[in-house]
C-alpha cells in the first residue's frame, strides 16, 4: 500500500526528484508528498476494534469490529473496496446487510449484537419500487459472486418483501431472503477479510486464522453497509463465543481459595485463543482499541498483562495508536456464576403427526419490566400451505382476538407454485408476559426433481423475527430454523424402470446392430493343429476316429 501511494505521489508531483535533489529540496517534497497523502485518506475513515465480554461459566464473547466509511459525494476508493461500491451504486442500493452464522446464540449469553439466524440471511433496501424483482436478482448474484456463496438461490421460494419489520421509509423497499441450510466455511471468510484496508498483515484483524475461526461455540461474520450524515459506511462485525477452558489448556486452569470459598480461575490471551501473541495498529486506521467488558462478572478478580491506557466503569481500554505492539493476557475469578437473559426470547415448534398436515407454534417470553412495541415476522416456504384464518393467540395462557392484539398486519399468500409466504404485524409486548400463537398449515407434495439430495433429513424453514423497537433503536431477535419432513416418493421407483428400460433397449438394440453389421468368417484351418496341450491332443484323437469311420 506505501509503494503504491508512492506512486501515486510521483504521478501528481513530477518535480520532486527523488535521487539527484538537495537536501532543501528533499525536505521540501517530503512535505508535498505527506501533504497529498494525508488529503487522499482525508475522505475515508477507517477504524477497528475488539470487544472482549468474559462471561462468568467461562465462556468468551470476542467481537470484532471495522468501519470503514468514505463521502458519498465523491469516489475515492483508496481504502473504501471498490466492489461494493460499484454494486451499490449499480442496482440503486440504499444499505444492505449480510450474514454470515455457524451455531445457535444460547440465550444464557443474553443481548449481543451478534446475534442471527445460523445460515446466511441478506437484507437489502432499494431505492425505487419499480423492478424489484430485477434489482434484487442482480443484487444478489452480484454479492453471491464477491462473497463466494449460494446468494444466487434467494428466489421468490426463499425471499420476501416486509413493511413492519424494519419500518423502512416509503420512498425504499426492503427485501429479506434467507438460506437457512447454507454451510459457513473459509470460503466465504476469504472475500470478508478481503475487504479491509490492511486484509490481515496488520491490525486487529491479523489475529483472525480460519483454523480458530470455526473451532468456537459460535460464529457470525456480517457485512453491513449505511448510509448516515452524508458518507457511505461500511460496517465489518465478526462475533465468536469461545469456551476459554477448552482453549487455555488444563495448565492455565485451577482453583482459588478465597474467604467466600472457591473460586474457579479464567485465563486466556492471544496466543491461547487465536495462536498469535503480539499485533500492532493497522497504519491506515484512524483508531485501533482493544475493550474489556466486565459487566457480566460479579465481582471478579482481574489481572491484565499489560497496563491499560484508560478505564471506565467495568470498561478496560487498550489503545494501540498509543502502543508499539500489545501481548494480550487476562486472568479472571467471578465469584458465582450467573446466566444472563434476553430481553426477548422467541422459538418456533413444529407438531402434528402425518404427511399432510402440520401445525405451528410460537412462543415469545418477555423478560423486561416495562410494556414493549414489537413487531414479528415469519415465512412459509413453498412447499408448505399456511391457514392465515387459523392463527390464535394467547396471552398469559389468556386467548386474544386478533384485532385485540395486533396494531398493524400484513400477510400474503403465495401467488404462484413457487413462490413464499408471509406474515407480520405489530403489537404492544406486556411486560413479563409469554405469547403462543398457532398456525395451521398443509404440506405439498413436490415434484420429484424439486428435492434435495437427502430429502429423509427434511426441509428447513426460516426463523421467527421479532424486531425490539426502543426510541430509535431496533434490536432484532431470532428463533431457531426447524426442520419439516414432507411426503418423500419411493425413489426407487425410477432407478428401476430405468435400469429395466436400458436392458430392454440394450438387448433390442443390440440384436439388431448383431444381425446387420455381423459377417461371418470360418474359422476351421486345414493346417494340422500342432500343441501339446491335453485339449488339443484329446480333439486329434477323436479328429482320427472320426476320420476312420468316414472311410469306413
Not at 245 to 257: A, P, V
Amino acid at each position: 500500500i506505501r509503494d503504491r501511494y508512492q506512486r501515486r505521489v510521483r504521478d501528481q508531483i513530477p518535480s520532486i526528484n527523488y535521487q539527484q535533489t538537495s537536501d532543501k529540496k528533499k525536505m521540501k517534497g517530503v512535505f508535498f508528498a505527506i501533504f497529498f497523502l494525508s488529503f487522499s485518506f482525508s475522505a475515508a475513515i477507517f477504524e477497528e476494534k475488539l470487544t472482549f465480554t468474559p462471561l462468568s461459566d467461562g465462556k468468551l464473547v470476542s467481537y470484532f469490529n471495522f468501519i470503514n466509511s468514505i463521502d458519498a459525494e465523491g469516489e475515492s476508493y483508496d481504502v473504501f473496496p471498490k466492489g461494493i461500491g460499484q454494486i451499490m451504486k449499480k442496482f440503486l442500493v440504499e444499505s444492505f446487510q449480510l450474514t454470515f452464522t455457524q451455531g445457535r446464540w444460547d440465550g444464557k449469553w443474553g443481548d449481543g449484537d451478534g446475534i442471527a439466524p445460523a445460515g446466511v440471511e441478506l437484507i437489502a433496501s432499494f431505492y425505487t419500487h419499480s423492478a424489484l424483482d430485477q434489482r434484487w436478482k442482480g443484487f444478489t448474484h452480484s454479492m453471491s459472486g464477491l462473497f463466494c456463496s449460494s446468494l444466487n438461490y434467494l428466489d421468490s421460494s426463499s425471499s420476501v418483501t416486509p413493511h413492519l419489520l424494519f419500518r423502512s421509509s416509503a420512498n425504499t423497499s426492503t427485501v429479506y431472503g434467507i438460506l437457512p441450510r447454507e454451510t459457513v466455511c473459509g470460503e466465504n471468510f476469504t472475500p470478508w477479510f478481503r475487504l479491509l484496508p490492511c486484509k490481515l498483515h496488520e491490525g486487529i484483524a491479523s489475529l483472525l486464522t480460519s483454523t480458530k475461526l470455526y473451532d468456537v461455540l459460535y460464529h457470525s461474520m456480517s457485512t453491513k453497509t449505511t448510509f448516515r450524515d452524508g458518507r457511505i459506511e461500511l460496517n465489518q462485525t465478526l462475533t465468536l463465543i469461545v469456551d476459554t477452558r477448552t482453549k487455555s489448556g488444563s495448565k492455565d486452569l485451577g482453583m482459588m481459595i478465597s474467604s467466600g470459598g472457591h473460586r474457579q480461575t479464567y485465563y486466556f490471551s492471544f496466543a491461547s485463543l487465536f495462536s498469535k501473541s503480539r499485533i500492532s495498529s493497522c497504519p491506515l486506521s484512524s483508531s485501533s482499541l482493544i475493550e474489556v467488558n466486565t459487566n457480566k462478572l460479579p465481582n471478579a478478580r482481574i489481572t491484565f498483562g499489560v497496563n491499560e491506557t484508560s478505564t471506565e466503569e467495568s470498561k478496560y481500554i487498550f489503545d494501540l495508536k498509543k502502543l508499539i505492539s500489545i501481548a494480550f493476557k487476562m486472568t479472571y475469578s467471578p465469584e458465582r456464576v450467573i446466566y444472563d437473559q434476553m430481553s426477548i426470547e422467541v422459538e418456533k415448534h413444529v407438531i402434528g403427526v402425518g404427511d399432510e398436515h402440520g401445525e405451528m407454534v410460537f412462543e415469545i417470553k418477555s423478560n423486561l419490566d416495562t410494556n414493549a412495541s414489537i413487531s414479528f415476522f415469519t415465512t412459509f416456504p413453498s412447499f408448505i400451505l399456511p391457514f392465515f384464518h387459523t392463527l390464535q393467540i394467547h396471552i398469559n395462557q389468556t386467548k386474544y382476538l386478533n384485532h385485540q392484539v395486533m396494531t398493524e398486519k400484513n400477510m400474503e399468500p403465495r401467488r404462484q407454485s413457487k413462490d413464499a409466504s408471509w406474515i407480520e404485524f405489530s403489537m404492544i409486548l406486556p411486560a413479563r408476559s409469554h405469547v403462543v400463537m398457532n398456525i395451521q398449515y398443509a404440506k405439498r407434495f413436490l415434484h420429484w426433481l424439486w428435492y434435495p439430495s437427502d430429502p429423509r433429513r427434511g426441509f428447513d424453514v426460516g426463523p421467527a423475527i421479532v424486531s425490539l423497537f426502543r426510541n430509535k433503536e431496533v434490536d432484532v431477535f431470532y428463533s431457531q430454523s426447524p426442520v419439516i419432513s414432507l411426503p418423500t416418493p419411493d425413489f426407487s421407483m425410477p432407478y428401476n424402470v430405468i435400469t429395466i428400460t436400458c436392458t430392454v433397449f440394450a438387448f433390442f438394440f443390440g440384436s439388431i446392430i448383431n444381425q446387420l453389421l455381423r459377417h461371418l468368417k470360418p474359422i476351421r484351418s486345414h493346417k494340422p493343429l500342432e500343441s501339446e496341450r491335453p485339449i488339443v491332443k484329446i480333439y486329434k484323437f477323436f479328429a482320427s476316429l472320426w476320420a476312420k469311420g468316414k472311410d469306413e
